[in-house]
Protein backbone atom coordinates (compact mmCIF):
# COMPACT_ATOMS: atom_id res chain seq x y z
CA UNK A 1 0.00 0.00 0.00
CA UNK A 2 1.00 3.22 -0.84
CA UNK A 3 1.30 5.76 2.14
CA UNK A 4 0.15 9.52 1.38
CA UNK A 5 3.52 11.37 2.56
CA UNK A 6 2.94 13.43 5.55
CA UNK A 7 6.07 16.31 5.89
CA UNK A 8 3.95 17.90 9.38
CA UNK A 9 4.51 14.42 11.58
CA UNK A 10 5.48 16.24 14.58
CA UNK A 11 2.72 18.19 14.12
CA UNK A 12 0.39 15.18 13.72
CA UNK A 13 1.17 13.45 16.74
CA UNK A 14 1.22 16.01 19.05
CA UNK A 15 -2.31 16.35 17.92
CA UNK A 16 -2.70 13.04 18.25
CA UNK A 17 -1.07 12.81 21.93
CA UNK A 18 -3.84 15.69 22.74
CA UNK A 19 -6.59 12.77 21.60
CA UNK A 20 -5.01 10.38 23.44
CA UNK A 21 -4.78 12.53 26.93
CA UNK A 22 -8.24 13.67 26.43
CA UNK A 23 -9.80 10.33 25.91
CA UNK A 24 -7.63 9.06 28.40
CA UNK A 25 -9.05 11.59 31.10
CA UNK A 26 -12.58 10.63 29.53
CA UNK A 27 -12.41 7.11 31.02
CA UNK A 28 -11.33 7.94 34.92
CA UNK A 29 -14.67 8.95 36.35
CA UNK A 30 -15.80 5.08 34.89
CA UNK A 31 -12.48 3.80 36.30
CA UNK A 32 -13.27 4.76 39.46
CA UNK A 33 -16.58 3.53 39.19
CA UNK A 34 -15.71 0.11 38.26
CA UNK A 35 -13.58 -0.56 41.26
CA UNK A 36 -16.61 0.95 43.44
CA UNK A 37 -18.79 -1.83 41.22
CA UNK A 38 -16.21 -4.46 42.56
CA UNK A 39 -16.13 -3.62 45.85
CA UNK A 40 -19.70 -3.91 46.11
CA UNK A 41 -20.13 -6.87 44.49
CA UNK A 42 -17.44 -8.43 47.09
CA UNK A 43 -14.39 -8.57 44.75
CA UNK A 44 -10.75 -7.96 46.51
CA UNK A 45 -8.93 -5.05 44.51
CA UNK A 46 -6.43 -7.66 43.56
CA UNK A 47 -9.55 -9.16 41.64
CA UNK A 48 -10.65 -5.51 40.23
CA UNK A 49 -7.37 -5.10 39.08
CA UNK A 50 -7.11 -8.25 37.61
CA UNK A 51 -10.38 -7.86 35.29
CA UNK A 52 -8.77 -4.03 34.57
CA UNK A 53 -5.18 -5.66 33.25
CA UNK A 54 -6.80 -9.05 31.70
CA UNK A 55 -10.10 -8.03 30.68
CA UNK A 56 -9.55 -4.34 29.92
CA UNK A 57 -12.57 -3.35 28.19
CA UNK A 58 -14.88 -1.34 30.30
CA UNK A 59 -18.01 -2.33 29.33
CA UNK A 60 -17.57 -6.36 29.53
CA UNK A 61 -16.21 -5.46 32.98
CA UNK A 62 -19.22 -3.97 33.89
CA UNK A 63 -21.11 -6.37 32.99
CA UNK A 64 -19.34 -9.32 34.48
CA UNK A 65 -18.80 -7.59 38.15
CA UNK A 66 -22.60 -6.45 37.81
CA UNK A 67 -23.14 -10.21 36.77
CA UNK A 68 -21.16 -11.04 40.53
CA UNK A 69 -22.08 -8.88 42.38
CA UNK A 70 -25.96 -10.27 41.74
CA UNK A 71 -25.14 -13.21 42.68
CA UNK A 72 -24.66 -14.72 39.16
CA UNK A 73 -22.02 -17.72 38.25
CA UNK A 74 -19.09 -17.47 36.23
CA UNK A 75 -20.12 -19.19 33.69
CA UNK A 76 -22.60 -16.36 33.24
CA UNK A 77 -20.33 -13.64 34.21
CA UNK A 78 -17.90 -14.85 31.65
CA UNK A 79 -20.32 -14.57 28.85
CA UNK A 80 -21.71 -11.21 29.61
CA UNK A 81 -18.36 -10.34 29.25
CA UNK A 82 -17.38 -12.05 26.30
CA UNK A 83 -20.33 -10.70 24.19
CA UNK A 84 -19.56 -7.49 25.05
CA UNK A 85 -15.63 -7.77 24.32
CA UNK A 86 -16.69 -9.18 20.79
CA UNK A 87 -16.71 -6.11 19.16
CA UNK A 88 -13.41 -5.98 19.51
CA UNK A 89 -13.17 -8.52 16.88
CA UNK A 90 -14.38 -6.18 14.25
CA UNK A 91 -11.68 -3.38 16.04
CA UNK A 92 -8.81 -5.56 15.04
CA UNK A 93 -9.71 -6.32 11.47
CA UNK A 94 -10.00 -2.39 11.46
CA UNK A 95 -6.85 -2.09 12.78
CA UNK A 96 -4.86 -4.94 11.28
CA UNK A 97 -3.37 -2.97 8.22
CA UNK A 98 -2.16 -0.51 10.42
CA UNK A 99 -0.31 -3.36 13.06
CA UNK A 100 2.21 -5.24 10.97
CA UNK A 101 5.00 -6.23 12.85
CA UNK A 102 6.55 -9.52 14.61
CA UNK A 103 3.78 -12.09 15.95
CA UNK A 104 4.81 -11.57 19.09
CA UNK A 105 4.47 -7.62 18.92
CA UNK A 106 0.92 -7.85 17.62
CA UNK A 107 -0.07 -10.45 20.25
CA UNK A 108 1.01 -8.23 23.18
CA UNK A 109 -0.28 -4.89 21.77
CA UNK A 110 -3.53 -6.66 21.01
CA UNK A 111 -4.20 -6.38 24.55
CA UNK A 112 -5.13 -2.61 23.74
CA UNK A 113 -7.70 -3.33 21.36
CA UNK A 114 -10.57 -1.16 22.66
CA UNK A 115 -13.18 1.48 21.49
CA UNK A 116 -11.11 4.22 22.22
CA UNK A 117 -7.56 3.46 21.02
CA UNK A 118 -9.21 1.94 17.69
CA UNK A 119 -10.91 5.10 17.97
CA UNK A 120 -7.71 7.30 18.15
CA UNK A 121 -6.02 5.08 15.68
CA UNK A 122 -8.78 5.01 12.88
CA UNK A 123 -8.98 8.73 12.85
CA UNK A 124 -5.27 9.18 11.58
CA UNK A 125 -4.55 10.08 8.12
CA UNK A 126 -1.32 7.38 7.58
CA UNK A 127 -0.17 4.14 8.38
CA UNK A 128 2.52 4.98 10.81
CA UNK A 129 0.20 7.74 12.45
CA UNK A 130 -2.82 5.29 13.28
CA UNK A 131 -0.20 2.88 14.90
CA UNK A 132 0.82 6.02 17.27
CA UNK A 133 -2.41 6.92 17.77
CA UNK A 134 -3.58 3.37 19.09
CA UNK A 135 -0.78 3.12 20.89
CA UNK A 136 -0.93 6.47 22.63
CA UNK A 137 -4.61 5.82 23.01
CA UNK A 138 -4.14 2.60 23.69
CA UNK A 139 -1.53 3.27 26.63
CA UNK A 140 -3.09 6.02 28.03
CA UNK A 141 -6.47 4.64 28.66
CA UNK A 142 -4.84 1.62 30.10
CA UNK A 143 -2.68 3.61 32.44
CA UNK A 144 -5.49 6.28 33.61
CA UNK A 145 -8.22 2.68 33.88
CA UNK A 146 -6.06 1.08 36.03
CA UNK A 147 -5.19 3.70 38.38
CA UNK A 148 -8.70 4.58 38.56
CA UNK A 149 -10.17 1.07 39.41
CA UNK A 150 -7.23 0.83 41.95
CA UNK A 151 -8.34 4.71 43.83
CA UNK A 152 -12.19 4.06 43.00
CA UNK A 153 -11.63 0.18 44.80
CA UNK A 154 -9.72 1.47 47.53
CA UNK A 155 -11.10 5.30 48.53
CA UNK A 156 -14.03 6.25 46.89
CA UNK A 157 -17.33 5.37 48.51
CA UNK A 158 -20.01 6.16 45.49
CA UNK A 159 -18.48 7.10 42.18
CA UNK A 160 -22.29 6.66 40.48
CA UNK A 161 -23.46 10.20 41.89
CA UNK A 162 -19.85 11.83 40.79
CA UNK A 163 -20.35 11.13 37.36
CA UNK A 164 -23.92 11.87 36.58
CA UNK A 165 -23.66 15.39 38.85
CA UNK A 166 -20.72 16.31 36.63
CA UNK A 167 -21.58 15.22 33.26
CA UNK A 168 -18.86 12.98 32.66
CA UNK A 169 -21.25 10.15 31.20
CA UNK A 170 -21.71 12.64 28.36
CA UNK A 171 -17.71 12.75 27.21
CA UNK A 172 -17.94 9.48 26.05
CA UNK A 173 -20.56 10.02 22.86
CA UNK A 174 -19.21 13.34 23.06
CA UNK A 175 -15.44 11.75 22.38
CA UNK A 176 -16.40 9.47 19.88
CA UNK A 177 -18.46 11.64 17.48
CA UNK A 178 -15.15 14.59 17.54
CA UNK A 179 -13.46 11.35 16.20
CA UNK A 180 -16.36 10.28 13.62
CA UNK A 181 -16.62 13.75 12.53
CA UNK A 182 -13.80 13.87 9.89
CA UNK A 183 -14.85 10.70 8.34
CA UNK A 184 -18.46 12.16 7.91
CA UNK A 185 -16.61 13.90 4.64
CA UNK A 186 -19.48 12.33 1.99
CA UNK A 187 -23.18 11.26 1.56
CA UNK A 188 -21.99 7.53 1.97
CA UNK A 189 -19.99 7.44 4.83
CA UNK A 190 -22.81 10.19 6.84
CA UNK A 191 -25.43 7.42 5.14
CA UNK A 192 -23.44 4.28 6.74
CA UNK A 193 -23.42 6.60 10.46
CA UNK A 194 -26.96 7.00 10.58
CA UNK A 195 -27.72 3.60 9.53
CA UNK A 196 -24.96 2.20 11.84
CA UNK A 197 -26.39 4.46 14.84
CA UNK A 198 -29.72 3.54 13.94
CA UNK A 199 -28.97 -0.40 13.96
CA UNK A 200 -27.40 -0.06 17.38
CA UNK A 201 -30.57 1.88 19.00
CA UNK A 202 -33.44 -0.40 17.33
CA UNK A 203 -31.36 -3.48 18.49
CA UNK A 204 -30.21 -2.27 21.98
CA UNK A 205 -33.32 -3.57 23.89
CA UNK A 206 -33.73 -6.53 21.83
CA UNK A 207 -30.01 -8.09 22.06
CA UNK A 208 -27.79 -8.82 24.84
CA UNK A 209 -25.42 -5.29 25.23
CA UNK A 210 -22.24 -5.17 22.97
CA UNK A 211 -23.72 -7.33 20.20
CA UNK A 212 -26.27 -4.03 19.21
CA UNK A 213 -22.67 -2.65 18.10
CA UNK A 214 -21.42 -5.84 15.86
CA UNK A 215 -24.67 -5.52 14.13
CA UNK A 216 -24.40 -2.14 13.70
CA UNK A 217 -21.32 -2.91 11.43
CA UNK A 218 -23.57 -4.46 8.84
CA UNK A 219 -24.07 -0.67 7.92
CA UNK A 220 -20.71 -0.95 5.50
CA UNK A 221 -22.41 -2.97 3.19
CA UNK A 222 -24.03 0.42 1.80
CA UNK A 223 -20.95 1.21 0.49
CA UNK A 224 -20.30 -2.34 -1.79
CA UNK A 225 -16.92 -3.17 -0.14
CA UNK A 226 -16.94 -6.07 -2.56
CA UNK A 227 -16.77 -3.76 -5.55
CA UNK A 228 -13.29 -1.55 -5.88
CA UNK A 229 -14.81 1.22 -7.69
CA UNK A 230 -16.90 2.94 -5.01
CA UNK A 231 -16.92 6.35 -4.31
CA UNK A 232 -13.07 7.34 -3.99
CA UNK A 233 -13.85 9.51 -0.70
CA UNK A 234 -14.49 6.04 1.61
CA UNK A 235 -11.55 4.66 0.18
CA UNK A 236 -8.96 7.26 1.36
CA UNK A 237 -9.00 8.27 5.29
CA UNK A 238 -9.86 12.17 5.57
CA UNK A 239 -6.97 13.92 6.32
CA UNK A 240 -5.54 14.90 9.64
CA UNK A 241 -6.10 18.42 9.46
CA UNK A 242 -9.68 17.88 8.75
CA UNK A 243 -9.41 16.89 13.20
CA UNK A 244 -10.72 19.83 15.42
CA UNK A 245 -8.41 19.19 17.57
CA UNK A 246 -5.49 20.51 14.62
CA UNK A 247 -7.51 23.96 14.33
CA UNK A 248 -5.38 26.52 15.80
CA UNK B 1 -9.97 -20.51 42.86
CA UNK B 2 -12.77 -17.20 44.28
CA UNK B 3 -15.34 -16.98 41.43
CA UNK B 4 -14.14 -13.66 40.83
CA UNK B 5 -10.63 -14.89 39.93
CA UNK B 6 -11.91 -17.69 37.61
CA UNK B 7 -13.85 -14.83 35.86
CA UNK B 8 -11.75 -12.68 35.44
CA UNK B 9 -8.65 -15.46 34.03
CA UNK B 10 -11.43 -16.91 31.26
CA UNK B 11 -12.77 -13.58 30.81
CA UNK B 12 -9.35 -12.30 29.77
CA UNK B 13 -8.39 -15.11 28.03
CA UNK B 14 -11.55 -15.15 25.66
CA UNK B 15 -11.67 -11.03 25.01
CA UNK B 16 -7.48 -11.40 24.36
CA UNK B 17 -8.77 -13.41 21.41
CA UNK B 18 -11.22 -11.64 19.89
CA UNK B 19 -8.71 -8.47 20.08
CA UNK B 20 -5.40 -10.59 18.93
CA UNK B 21 -7.69 -12.30 15.60
CA UNK B 22 -7.45 -9.30 13.42
CA UNK B 23 -4.07 -8.11 14.14
CA UNK B 24 -2.96 -11.85 14.34
CA UNK B 25 -4.53 -13.56 10.95
CA UNK B 26 -4.35 -10.28 9.08
CA UNK B 27 -1.59 -8.09 10.31
CA UNK B 28 1.87 -9.83 8.90
CA UNK B 29 4.38 -8.31 6.11
CA UNK B 30 2.59 -9.89 3.35
CA UNK B 31 -0.83 -7.71 1.51
CA UNK B 32 -4.33 -7.52 2.52
CA UNK B 33 -6.91 -9.02 0.46
CA UNK B 34 -8.71 -5.59 -1.01
CA UNK B 35 -11.85 -6.97 0.76
CA UNK B 36 -10.34 -6.35 4.28
CA UNK B 37 -9.03 -3.19 3.21
CA UNK B 38 -11.68 -1.59 2.40
CA UNK B 39 -13.85 -3.22 5.58
CA UNK B 40 -10.90 -1.90 7.44
CA UNK B 41 -11.64 1.94 6.11
CA UNK B 42 -15.30 1.63 6.40
CA UNK B 43 -15.84 0.07 9.67
CA UNK B 44 -15.00 2.43 12.01
CA UNK B 45 -17.93 4.74 10.94
CA UNK B 46 -21.04 2.40 11.55
CA UNK B 47 -18.93 1.47 14.73
CA UNK B 48 -17.92 5.07 16.21
CA UNK B 49 -21.79 5.81 15.01
CA UNK B 50 -23.19 3.08 17.58
CA UNK B 51 -21.23 4.01 20.33
CA UNK B 52 -22.12 7.79 19.97
CA UNK B 53 -25.87 6.19 19.45
CA UNK B 54 -25.76 3.60 22.68
CA UNK B 55 -24.23 6.04 24.74
CA UNK B 56 -26.20 8.58 24.50
CA UNK B 57 -29.72 7.09 24.51
CA UNK B 58 -29.36 3.69 25.87
CA UNK B 59 -29.64 2.92 29.75
CA UNK B 60 -29.93 -0.51 30.78
CA UNK B 61 -30.48 -1.38 27.31
CA UNK B 62 -33.43 0.90 27.08
CA UNK B 63 -34.21 3.98 24.95
CA UNK B 64 -33.71 6.73 27.19
CA UNK B 65 -33.85 10.75 26.36
CA UNK B 66 -31.77 12.43 29.40
CA UNK B 67 -29.25 15.21 29.44
CA UNK B 68 -26.73 13.04 27.48
CA UNK B 69 -28.38 14.04 24.45
CA UNK B 70 -28.63 17.59 25.30
CA UNK B 71 -24.73 17.34 26.08
CA UNK B 72 -24.22 15.38 22.51
CA UNK B 73 -25.94 18.34 20.51
CA UNK B 74 -23.36 20.78 22.06
CA UNK B 75 -20.22 18.88 20.85
CA UNK B 76 -22.09 18.62 17.43
CA UNK B 77 -22.45 22.43 17.33
CA UNK B 78 -18.96 22.81 18.75
CA UNK B 79 -17.03 20.61 16.29
CA UNK B 80 -19.36 22.21 13.58
CA UNK B 81 -17.43 25.27 14.65
CA UNK B 82 -14.27 23.52 14.38
CA UNK B 83 -13.12 23.66 18.14
CA UNK B 84 -10.61 21.38 19.46
CA UNK B 85 -11.00 18.21 21.17
CA UNK B 86 -10.88 18.80 24.59
CA UNK B 87 -12.64 21.82 24.14
CA UNK B 88 -15.70 19.84 22.53
CA UNK B 89 -15.29 17.47 25.41
CA UNK B 90 -15.58 19.77 28.38
CA UNK B 91 -18.68 21.56 26.68
CA UNK B 92 -20.52 18.31 26.60
CA UNK B 93 -19.61 17.61 30.29
CA UNK B 94 -20.90 20.89 31.09
CA UNK B 95 -23.77 21.49 29.49
CA UNK B 96 -24.84 18.28 30.73
CA UNK B 97 -24.37 18.88 34.06
CA UNK B 98 -25.61 21.99 33.82
CA UNK B 99 -28.89 20.30 32.31
CA UNK B 100 -29.13 17.91 34.88
CA UNK B 101 -28.96 20.86 37.33
CA UNK B 102 -31.51 23.09 36.09
CA UNK B 103 -33.87 19.53 35.62
Redesign the interface.
Known amino acids: MAQPSNHRTDDGRSAIIRQAVSISLAVVPFALAFGVACNAAGLSVLEAMGFSTLVFGGSAQFAAVTVLGDGGGAPAAILAGALLNMRSMAFGVAMAPALKGPIWWRALVSQLMIDESTAVGTAQSTRANQRFGYLAGGVGVFLLWNAGTFVGATVIDDAGDLITDWGFDATIPATFLALLWPRLSDTTTRVIAVVGAAIAIISAPLLPPGIPIIAAAAAVIIAKPWTLTSSSSSNTPSSSSDMPSEQP | M???????????A???V????????????R??P?????????????????????????SD???AID??L???AV??VA?WR?????V??I??????????LAA
Do not use: C, N, Q, Y
Not at chain 2, 23 to 29: A, N, Q
Not at chain 2, 34 to 58: D, K, N, Q
Not at chain 2, 91 to 100: M, Q
Open positions: STGLTTLLVLGVSWFKSAGPLSLGGDELPLIERLALLLPVPLLAAMVATSTVIRAFARVGLAALKAPFVVVLAAVATALTR
